[in-house]
T-cell receptor
């Protein structure tokens, strides 16, 4: 079974530039998550999708971050414009969860995209 | 905000020894999960324990949960160099997203 795919693996940009990350979840997984992981910390949820609808985006800095999952499969996360504090690893995860008790479901993570903002 | 808080932040042991990591949390949960993250990789799910369970085993892993103390522990027995990684607890409560702690960095020295 193929895992969660993410690209690119690494990205270096200057502040105020734009960047986009792509994620393809495990086939059949209804729920998709984007996390931000700053060095030395645990993952922080940015946005959760159920199929192509947003379930939770309370911690997404909406003035600069946006995400979409148009066909309920793959997803993109964009930052525009980037700030120095956006330097982090951006992790995508997916789970089978299709009901409301999604916290019970095992999440499968991709390898992440390491973003450096100079 | 991060609910789970792992202790210790870092742990270094010899191969063959047991490693114990603890997780404390603040609000009520209905499940707690442990994940492992190898350097430069994504997280891998290890085990889930529900709030009505006190202990769970999976291979060399043993997880306990004490809801009265709002704490959990992860024990890795007979550790191997390949167990070197960061370990995170994540707390769940129904239809709210999982909240991850800051992790424990485990180093197993061969």
């Amino acid at each position: 079974e193929a895992g969660v795919a993410q690209s690119p693996r690494y990205k270096i940009i200057e502040k105020r530039q734009s960047v986009a990350f792509w994620c393809n979840p495990i086939s059949g997984h209804a729920t998709l998550y984007w996390y931000q992981q700053i060095l030395g910390q645990g993952p922080k949820l940015l946005i959760q999708f159920q199929n192509n609808g947003v379930v939770d985006d309370s911690q997404l800095p909406k003035d600069r971050f946006s995400a979409e999952r148009l066909k309920g499969v793959d997803s993109t996360l964009k930052i525009q414009p980037a700030k120095l504090e956006d330097s982090a690893v951006y992790l995508c995860a997916s789970s089978l969860a299709s009901g409301r008790a999604w916290s019970y479901n095992e999440q499968f993570f991709g390898p992440g995209t390491r973003l450096t903002v100079l | 905000s991060q609910q789970g808080e792992e202790d210790p932040q870092a742990l270094s042991i010899q191969e063959g020894e047991n490693a114990t990591m603890n997780c404390s949390y603040k609000t009520s949960i209905n499940n707690l999960q442990w994940y492992r993250q190898n350097s430069g990789r994504g997280l891998v799910h290890l085990i889930l324990i529900r709030s009505n369970e006190r202990e769970k085993h999976s291979g060399r892993l043993r997880v306990t949960l004490d809801t009265s103390k709002k704490s959990s522990s992860l024990l890795i027995t007979a550790s191997r160099a390949a167990d070197t990684a960061s370990y995170f607890c994540a707390t769940g409560s129904g239809n709210t997203p999982l909240v991850f702690g800051k992790g424990t960095r485990l180093s197993v020295i061969a």
